[in-house]
């Protein structure tokens, strides 16, 4: 953990002692919450603020078996970079120097667009998934990285000159109160991205069969289920290739149709990826359709209703994962990032 960045945007309820520290970073020690009288540890240089158990285990085991599967900077592509700018509207040089918090970073994709545009960038995820984006972008910039819960974030509200949010919202048990958690973080004048599945009314190929598993696999332990689909998806995977091709080419219908494979695969096809990279995002993508305890997909009109109200400028459109809504919050847009609060520092051994 980042010592400047531990000062700066942590709520002055958390004090802080350290027991290794090295280089400008708190290897281990313990994050308190003075109001709540909670003890946090600091693991292998990540604060831990939630109980190492709970429904986002499918997710720590998806990024950690596949910690660079998606990063454009071990695959060479740029997908995450062009999804990142094309969808949020934002601008490299907006962002240099600017904070940004970002929920629900996965193994951290989105997190390297974001310090490689030089901003200083706070991320979280409620899983184990923070350990691969910590090996993946600790040393790229700025990052104050933690293991934490959209609804109990331990900031003051309004700290934020830029908000992101994308493939998590429809993964958590209450989408509009996990809008509002994220929407309070941003300062006056703030802007947020966030994006959610696509709920459609008919047959979809990158739908349908899920939902007709998911009652059953949801059930299983993720280490089973991974397993299960790290066996059947490259067995299925050049049938299904050989079926999505021909259907695709089929205007209109041809992907309706493709939903009704049914035979959950997610299948990168005229992606560029190379055999093994289309083997191992297959499994990834399929693995995560079918072990996410929630999948909440909405329409735009759905959307549009959650996120409008006073005070922001709301823009609804179709994109990245389905719908992307950018949103802006009325107010002073002179916001420079804050400035550092006074912090009180403590070291385990009386240092
Ligand atoms: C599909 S992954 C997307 C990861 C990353 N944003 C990406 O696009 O690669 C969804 C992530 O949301 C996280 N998540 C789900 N509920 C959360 C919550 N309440 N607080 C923080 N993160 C959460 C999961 O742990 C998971 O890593």
């Known amino acids: 953990m980042r010592t400047e960045l531990y000062r700066e945007f942590l709520s ?23 109001s709540r009288a909670a003890r946090w540890p600091i693991v292998a240089g990540v604060p831990r603020l939630v109980p190492p158990e709970n ?31 094309n969808n949020t509207r934002w601008r490299p040089r907006e962002l240099h120097g600017c904070s940004v918090l970002e929920a629900g970073s996965g193994a951290g994709r989105f997190t390297e667009v974001l310090l490689d545009a030089g901003a200083r960038v706070v991320s979280f995820d409620y899983s184990s998934a923070v350990d691969a984006n910590w090996h993946n972008n600790a040393a790229r910039g700025e990052l104050l990285l933690f293991q934490g819960d959209i609804y109990d974030l331990p900031f003051d509200a309004g700290r934020f000159d830029f908000v992101f949010c994308y493939g998590v919202l429809q993964h958590t048990p209450d989408p509009a109160a996990a809008f509002r958690a994220l929407f309070a973080q941003l ?95 297959a499994i990834l993508n399929t693995f995560d359709a079918l072990g996410a305890r929630y999948d909440q997909p909405l329409t735009a009109r759905e959307v549009e209703a959650m996120v409008r109200g006073p005070g922001r400028e709301v823009q609804v459109s179709h ?27 403590r070291t385990a051994a009386g240092r």
């Open 12 to 34: 002055a309820r958390f004090e802080l002692e350290v027991e290794r520290e090295a280089a400008g970073d708190i290897v281990s020690g313990t994050l308190i919450d003075r």
């Open 55 to 85: 429904y986002s285990a499918n997710f720590g085991l998806q990024w950690n078996r596949f910690r660079t599967t998606q990063l454009d900077s071990a695959t060479g592509l740029n997908f995450t970079f062009n999804g990142f700018w």
């Open 319 to 345: 994109g990245a994962n389905g719908v992307v809504a950018n949103i802006t919050k009325h107010g002073d847009t002179a916001g420079a990032p804050q400035q550092a609060q006074p912090r009180r520092l």
């Open 187 to 281: 300062r006056p004048g703030g802007r947020m991205s966030i994006d959610f599945y696509r709920r459609v009314p008919y047959p979809a190929w990158y739908s349908t069969p899920k939902y007709l598993w998911r009652p059953l696999t949801t059930r299983l332990p993720p280490e089973q289920l991974f397993r299960l689909v790290s066996w059947y998806v490259p067995k299925w995977l050049p049938l299904d290739t050989a079926l999505k091709s021909v259907l695709f080419r089929v205007p209109r219908i041809g992907p309706m149709l493709a939903g009704l494979i049914p035979v959950p695969c997610w299948n990168h096809l005229r992606m560029g990826l190379t055999r093994q990279q289309r083997r191992d995002w």
